[in-house]
């Protein structure tokens, strides 16, 4: 509505990952191929820049810009944050197997893209550009998951791409039922006009469009992807795919069930706590027997969609869901990106003993695991507890209250694989026991031969994932009341 | 401010002993010792300052050492502690047996930073959960005490210790996820929509909505009931105790244990009166049941371990019974409540020194020869009469001897309930009854008749192990004569952990004013709250 060109500043977050995508491209091609971290440090400060003036943005009012397609608020603010410092910290993370890479470059600019498509899916107002959206967040990511060129790869892209255009026809044959029962395309008019629309046009728009979402995000129906594909592409891109797209749409169907389908005759809330719940129990139980550490945090990111679609299917129930989104998207996306980064660090070990014996000693390293798993099923004082609690509280707010006792027994059965990895890892430490007494200043720090193995910036991310963790937990009353100050 | 300081010490040194792991051995376990020691003394310096507010209600006001402050304010949770007559005998016993395994862990041979630092952190866990005033505070510390149980009993226990530490997280994590559900029900159903404890009490949430309210406790009961653990949800506790480490047990069993009966005193008694009232025969029901079956479930153990362990149920049971009573408003006046509800607290802290006691002193028995089952070990009286001497008391004090501890409270808890729930008192009465000949019957195999040791206990595994570090080189004591007969006596650090704690039971026993007059206040309150 503000159409006045002064408030192409809205979107400066957006601009400057742009910049950093075209400049990093560009610097690239001028650089040798062994100073390509150059990119590297350029895409890094056009996340943070983009972080910085998100922040600022935050303490802004609400505003659509546009015409309306582009909504800045807090929920659009929490993701721009999160996507822009998610990124910048994955550009590192992918730094270790990418160094030296001949089409290095590529890769961060396609990281960046990716983000950029996030971006645009949690702040579409508009069925159009929640399309856009949708394929600049699917197509780069299609590139990165093959990135290695091994046959792994291939096939996960392979999966990940032909489920990706199929979802994407279903989403536009959504759009265009949308379109035909209301004539227009913009959040706030469909809103207005949906309620008086054709059920079955709706029910298939509805279908549709929620299809779409729950593709980017790996949410039950359409999941089939998410363990293929993280477990046939390089740690850092699996971490990247499992992360960065999802905080995008999940926003974007947190805005969608708020103002799109608020009105709509049909109970769109009841089918997504359903989602939720079938996901987090799919997941779950999938995961149990997995060993490869891969596929284990790829069914959880699955179960971890769950709880997200709970304070989705309350999204316009509750004063209370904003702010549980906002917790919860940031809290999972430390917590799994430090998960990520844990298997990473041993890139040759890909099931759950082979990375307790790479670990070997490093207690520090366990205890971060720990912090970062243990955070995923919730435990306090962590990022995820918060969000959990407010989600429950939330989701029991817009009187789904079997969907929280659901999602808490979820919970302690998530535990099950979680602790299965954590447990080989702990008694991992004792190498050496009783016996190494013996010399008493040969503490634990002697394992050099082990230490080596272990890659040394997902390392550092493992560690800062679990403080950041702890301390967006126990800071939450800080951020969270500074974070949703704008609404 | 001196309270989070007592709260957040261990934690601190904790801290310390994970960053520095140039730490020798023997230090870090000595780090650990001189932690409790300052935070116990910490304690003892509050207990002393301590004044129970005016009109001595200790749960609505009169708190000390309150602190409150905003943590997360959109849902008005908050870093709300503070001390009150509850607490207070709580966080001196969680101080007084965290010192005891300290000191009893001198030795501990395995990874001793890591143990310490494990310790030291479950330490900060128990003082928070008892210290806290805000419900989604108090679920913090409580599931960071499972965290970090769980760690020491797959970490240093012997057995079958993964599987026990896994079935002891699933289960009190279920309890805990219960409890969060509860609380979520209290937050949602309060009129000012709040976590704080406090402000719940004075103006109790689902007041007018029996069946909401009826589910809240269900739920908030079920959390504490896993954790207690009553009846139908014990199961966890045999394996967990008989598979952790001596000082794990010892905790497990003095202090987390009480996180359960404590939360029905604090939060589901006076937060939730109507429903407590309305379903108070339940708990006593619950509670009977839970007397006589750990009572009866441990006459039949062939080890000495798991008998200990299911005479905890035993012990809760009463507790229960206790609270329950208080709930039965109707059926008795309130000086009876009164007392029945001294009682069960006075259990709490005698329960926790008694059971502790013998936790560590089966732990003895474990570094000598590696069993716990009764038919390996018998005569102990003769090569180890300080043992015996300390086995005894700690057995005749729990099985509720006059002049122990736990005969004040078991005393309160009957006399208290009778008027209210007659029957259930009198059956229950028949668990005092069954334990004590359990004890008796456990003095007698172990203590008594001819001397028999463990012989075939494997050589890798003599406790004189820990002696190799010693920088002097001495490996003599190493070789130790594997004959049948030998059992060595408890040593210097044993008596040092131990005995504190007999002596504490039976003061206790002999002086119970100390304690009552801290007591009494905090349960008058709790009653009037229940009342309501």
Redesign the interface.
Known sequence: MSGGGERVLALLPELLLLLGAVGGLLLGLWTPQHRQWRVRLLVTAACLASAIAAAVALFEPAERVFEGTWVVDTTTGVVRIVVALGVAVLVWLASASLAGHPRETEAYVLMLLGGLGSIALAASGDLLLLVAGYLLASVPLYALAGFAKDSAGVEATMKYYLMGAFVGVLMLVGVAALVLAAGTTGYLDLAALLPEASPALLAVGVLGVLAGVAFKAGAVPVHFWVPDVTAGTTPPMAAYITTIPKIGAVAAAFRLLAELFAGVPLDVPLLVAVIAAVSMTLGNLAAFSQTDVLRLLAYSTVSQVGYLFMVVAVAARTDLAVPALAVYLAGYAVTNIGAFAAVAATPAARTITDWATAVGRHRWLVVSLAVCLLGLVGTPPTAVFIGKLAVFVAAWDGDLIWLVVVAAINTVASLFYYLRWIAPAFAGIPAAPSAGEGAPGSGPRTAAGTAQRLQRHPVIILHMAAVVSLLLGLGAGMWVGVATSGT | MLLTVVIFLPLLAAGVL?AV??I???AAIGVWVAASAVDLALVGWMSWRFEPGEGASGVVDGLAYEVNL??????DA?YHVGVDGLSLPLLALTGVLFLACAIYSLRE???PH?YAALFLFLQTACLGTFASLDL?LF??FF??SI?GM??VI??WGHGNA?RS??KF??YT??GS??L??GF??L??GSEERTFDMVALAANPPLADSPVAGGLVLLAIGLGLAVKTPLFPFHTWLPDAHTDAPAAGSAVLAGILLKLGTYGFVRIAMPILPDAWQRWAMVAVVVGVISVLWGAFVALAQTDVKRMIAYTSVNHMGYVLLGLGAAGLVASADEEARIVATVGAMYQMVSHGLLTGALFLLSGVLWSRGHTYAFDRWGGLARPAPVFAACFAVAAFGSLGLPGFSGFIAEFQVFTGALQAAPVATVIAVIGILVTAGLFLLALQRLLAGDTAVPSEADPDTTEE??D??R?DGTTATAIRPRTATRMQDLRGHEVASVVPLLVLAVILGLVPRVLLDVLEPAAMAVVELVGR
Do not use: E, N
Not at chain 2, 70 to 75: D, K, N
């Open positions: 994970l792991p140039r020798p051995s023997r905003q943590w997360i304010p959109t849902v908050g041979p395995d990874r890591t989604i679920f913090v599931d960071l965290v769980y760690f797959a970490g993964r530490a896994l997280f699933l994590f279920i996820l219960a969060l559900v979520i029900g937050f949602l192990g820990p190799l570090d920088p």
